[in-house]
């Protein structure tokens, strides 16, 4: 389930994940200007925020797993 857009959301999502702009933006299929603009509070169709909200969790599934591989070597 897609949650409702919002620009806040979307750009502590963007950060958490480590993505620039223009790296969400080509993994969403977008051009990185709309994405700015979709930051900024312009209207995000749903069917692009389903886009972006893919995007963004397998971004955030990937910085997590290097987060974790990460934190297990400087505890060894």
């Known amino acids: 389930m897609t949650s409702d857009f919002s620009p806040e959301l979307l750009r502590e999502a963007r ?32 069917d692009t925020w389903a886009r972006i909200t893919k995007a963004l969790r397998q971004a955030i599934e990937e910085h997590g797993r290097a987060v974790e591989k990460v934190r297990k070597r400087l505890a060894a």
């Open 15 to 46: 950060t958490l994940a480590g993505l620039t702009g223009e790296e969400l933006a080509a993994k969403a299929g977008i051009h990185a200007v709309t994405l700015r603009n979709y930051e900024r509070g312009m209207h995000c169709p749903p």
